[in-house]
């Protein structure tokens, strides 16, 4: 099992960047993707940014597409998400989360560990 830990989030201006930070711990990270997801109050939950131990090739949600990027860190084990350009709709709970060869990146069913998640405000 892999536990993840997220960090970074805080308030920040319209048009700021913040970069999240998700520590993974536990077994071998060869056949995971991580993935960040956000949820907003009275919103489902939706896919950010997700990516794969094995390939480092990004997969992107619609609210990610051109400002925030994901990289890896292999020494460190974590796993960043670095957002540019935000905007008052990026506020949300942000969370990291840990899926052994997940077929579909972009569904949260596919992860089965997450972090408690992070706040992220954005103030216009």
């Known amino acids: 099992q892999v536990q993840v830990v997220e960090s970074g989030g805080g308030l920040v201006q319209a048009g700021g960047s913040l970069r999240l930070s998700c520590i993974a711990s536990g077994r071998s990270l060869g056949e995971y993707a991580m993935g960040w997801f956000r949820q907003a109050p009275g919103k489902e939950r939706e896919f950010v940014a997700a990516?794969?131990?094995?390939?480092?090739?990004?997969y992107y949600g619609d609210p990610a597409k051109g400002r925030f990027t994901i990289a890896l860190d292999y020494a460190k084990r974590a796993v960043y998400l670095q957002m540019n350009s935000l905007k008052s709709d990026d506020t949300a709970v942000y969370y990291c989360?840990?899926?052994?060869?997940?077929?579909?990146?972009?569904?949260?069913?596919?992860?089965?560990?997450w972090g408690q998640g992070t706040q992220v405000t954005v103030s216009s």
């Open positions: 990516i794969r131990w094995d390939s480092d090739s990004p």
């Open positions: 989360a840990a899926g052994r060869s997940p077929g579909n990146l972009r569904s949260q069913h596919e992860y089965g560990s």
